[in-house]
């Protein structure tokens, strides 16, 4: 029998307490029916979400219902449309509709696209997780499997070691890199301007405002406009910039402040609608855009593996990103379950090493041939 006694569970090492490392420490401890001791360690000191909004597609909200997360739900912390309709697309200049995305086989309402500021998702997710169980200002240097253990070293100079490693440490994954030194981001060439804000800054204010989640499609740029949970409101903008990627990495980080005047000027000439949105747009912020190519594989040293973007760096395409990596975690979850409850029954039982190996197996293979997807896929970049 593969499971380990109570007074020895399987030890579960996530490097990452974002979105994707939450929800994997939610599936592992209650999908997955084995004795299991989840850690996380997260690199900032304090739990919080940095971003903007984030939006789930059905697939994400039901894997979200599996896993018992309900308050993620809640019409208060997520928006959708009043139309039903997941998306509406209109023309840059004159605002009239050019085509609309649609569910099929959605038929419940808390199933449909719904879109949150990333802090309120992640604490619904956070009310499920003990917090002496995430270990804060560990940021993950590198990680190597020896022998019947894994092995996490923190910048910090200390270390962590368990039975299994999930990296869930993002698109600049450590884990990532520890194992698939030669994977490579490719900077898109654009940078998104995100801004959250009181929905009562522009609800009321603005002229012909579309109640549901709107894309405009310019000739080079869009423009992306929704409401979102907790009464909050998003705009996203973006540009090309034609640094090098050298350039950028040394003058443009993650979630840094922008120029306003920018995000006014590049949209001056819209229709009134967009151009009234922006001008009441408080502040933004920019989000250099960056995407890699498909692993060969998620899984590695027979006891690593990966999750969300650490795994799949599509770059926003699709804005599927969120989805995945719930997802990420219920399959894991699920191949464990599977793995651990058929060799506790069988003739000739799995050790626990052969067991981790082959849920690994089982999860990771074909995940990588889901995934191939990048923001050059789609026009439209943000949804």
């Known amino acids: 029998m593969p499971t380990k006694d109570s007074n020895n569970p399987l030890r579960v090492l996530i490097a990452g307490a974002g979105i994707a490392g939450l929800a994997t420490a939610i599936a592992l401890r209650r999908i997955s029916n084995i004795n299991v001791d989840v850690q996380l360690y997260e690199r900032a000191r304090?739990?919080?979400?940095?971003g903007a909004s984030i939006a789930l597609s059905p697939n994400g909200l039901r894997t979200l219902e599996k896993l018992s997360v309900h308050n993620a739900l809640d019409d208060d912390v997520a928006f959708r449309g009043p139309s039903g309709i997941p998306m509406i697309y209109r023309h840059?200049?004159?605002?009239?509709?050019?085509?609309?995305?649609?569910?099929?086989?959605?038929?419940?309402?808390r199933h449909q696209t719904a879109r949150f500021h990333r802090a309120h998702l992640h604490q619904a997710l956070l009310k499920h997780v003990p917090r002496d169980i995430i270990h804060l200002g560990k940021k993950v240097?590198?990680?190597?499997?020896?022998?019947?253990?894994?092995?996490?070293?923190?910048?910090?100079?200390?270390?962590?070691?368990?039975?299994?490693?999930?990296?869930?440490?993002?698109?600049?994954?450590?884990?990532?890199?520890?194992?698939?030194?030669?994977?490579?981001?490719?900077?898109?060439?654009?940078?998104?301007?995100r801004s959250t804000f009181d929905a009562s800054l522009v609800e009321g204010k603005?002229?012909?405002?579309?109640?549901?989640?709107?894309?405009?499609?310019?000739?080079?740029?869009?423009?992306?406009?929704?409401?979102?949970?907790?009464?909050?409101?998003?705009?996203?903008?973006?540009?090309?910039?034609?640094?090098?990627?050298?350039?950028?990495?040394?003058q443009v980080s993650w979630d840094q402040e922008g120029d306003i005047k920018l995000l006014r000027e590049r949209y001056r000439n819209?229709?009134?609608?967009?151009?009234?949105?922006?001008?009441?747009?408080?502040?933004?912020?920019?989000?250099?855009?960056?995407?890699?190519?498909?692993?060969?594989?998620?899984?590695?040293?027979?006891?690593?593996?990966?999750?969300?973007?650490?795994?799949?760096?599509?770059?926003?395409?699709?804005?599927?990103?969120?989805?995945?990596?719930?997802?990420?975690a219920y399959a894991l979850a699920l191949a464990f379950r599977h793995v651990f409850g058929?060799?506790?029954?069988?003739?000739?039982?799995?050790?626990?090493?052969?067991?981790?190996?082959?849920?690994?197996?089982?999860?990771?293979?074909?995940?990588?041939?889901?995934?191939?997807a990048t923001a050059e896929d789609r026009p439209g970049w943000h949804r």
């Open 141 to 193: 240097v590198r990680a190597e499997v020896r022998d019947e253990r894994v092995v996490v070293f923190f910048a910090d100079g200390t270390s962590a070691e368990g039975d299994v490693l999930i990296g869930a440490d993002g698109i600049r994954s450590k884990v990532r890199q520890s194992f698939a030194p030669d994977h490579r981001l490719r900077w898109t060439g654009r940078i998104f301007m």
């Open 270 to 328: 819209w229709n009134p609608t967009v151009k009234a949105l922006v001008d009441r747009t408080p502040y933004t912020r920019l989000y250099p855009n960056y995407a890699g190519d498909p692993l060969p594989t998620w899984t590695f040293g027979s006891r690593v593996t990966l999750v969300g973007d650490a795994a799949h760096t599509h770059g926003g395409a699709f804005a599927a990103g969120g989805s995945l990596a719930l997802d990420d």
């Open 46 to 50: 304090e739990l919080k979400e940095i």
């Open 206 to 250: 603005v002229p012909d405002l579309p109640p549901d989640s709107t894309h405009w499609w310019g000739p080079r740029e869009n423009f992306f406009a929704s409401k979102l949970g907790k009464n909050q409101f998003t705009v996203v903008g973006s540009y090309i910039d034609k640094r090098s990627p050298e350039e950028l990495e040394r």
């Open 92 to 109: 840059w200049k004159t605002s009239r509709i050019v085509s609309y995305d649609s569910f099929v086989n959605v038929p419940l309402r």
């Open 342 to 372: 058929s060799a506790s029954s069988a003739n000739v039982p799995l050790s626990p090493a052969a067991a981790i190996s082959k849920a690994l197996n089982v999860y990771g293979p074909n995940a990588p041939a889901t995934c191939r």
